[in-house]
């Protein structure tokens, strides 16, 4: 089993995801930024700087399917009055391994700090670069445990033309050579489909606590 939560992300953008044993692990926060679960097939981590103990009563208590537990509403809603956190939305996280070559399409670097995406990215990521495509905005910044995440964002007079698969696509190949990370909220279905389209692949869900 992986050691840290950076160890577990590292394994599962390489295909390899902890055993489908029903358990939950229950990891120290990365930081003190970001707290939360990832649900994995058959095996959950919480990531937290709470009593372990607190968490596996919690789960216990939470009056549904084991399997289903650390993201059934009434354990969010326990972790985040306990903490003091909010939480938006359970995302599908999903992951694509580096591409080569340059962006499909022309991108121009936003260095302004008070740019609307940058403020909202600095927010949630550290190292935040955005970049300005005709009609959309590509982010890349280190979210969880360190990993590279990318966000992007379509104007509605150019959607359904394929700029967010290619903005995506185009996060890969700035990457540096490492996975990219994507949380997409499971009920938007039109961004999903952009990024597995770019190639990246859902491993699990997660809900981030801030």
């Known amino acids: 089993m992986a050691e840290t939560l950076r160890d577990m992300l590292d394994a599962a953008a390489r295909g390899v995801f902890p055993p489908a044993d029903g358990r939950t692990t229950v990891l120290p926060q990365p930081s003190p930024r970001d707290a939360g679960v990832i649900a994995f097939t058959a095996h959950s981590v ?37 903490t003091g956190r909010t939480a938006d939305t359970v995302d599908v996280l999903t992951v694509g391994s580096a591409l080569p070559g340059g962006p499909p399409l022309a991108l121009t670097e936003i260095a302004d700090p008070d740019h609307p995406r940058v403020v909202t990215s600095r927010r949630r990521r550290d190292g935040v670069r955005v970049w300005a495509a005709d009609g959309g905005v590509l982010v890349l910044g280190r979210g969880v445990a360190g990993r590279l995440e990318a966000a992007v964002e379509v104007d509605e007079g150019v959607r359904h033309r394929g700029l967010g698969r290619a903005l995506a696509t185009a996060a ?23 990024f597995q389209a770019a190639g990246y692949r859902p491993v699990g869900s997660e809900a981030l606590l801030r």
């Open 46 to 82: 919480v990531f937290t700087d709470e009593d372990p103990r607190w968490v596996r009563r919690a789960l216990r208590e939470t009056d549904c399917d084991a399997l289903a537990a650390t993201m059934n509403a009434r354990f969010l809603t326990a972790f985040m009055d306990r």
């Open 172 to 194: 890969r190949q700035l990457g540096g050579g490492e996975p990219v990370w994507a949380q997409v909220a499971a009920g938007n279905a039109r961004s999903l489909r952009a």
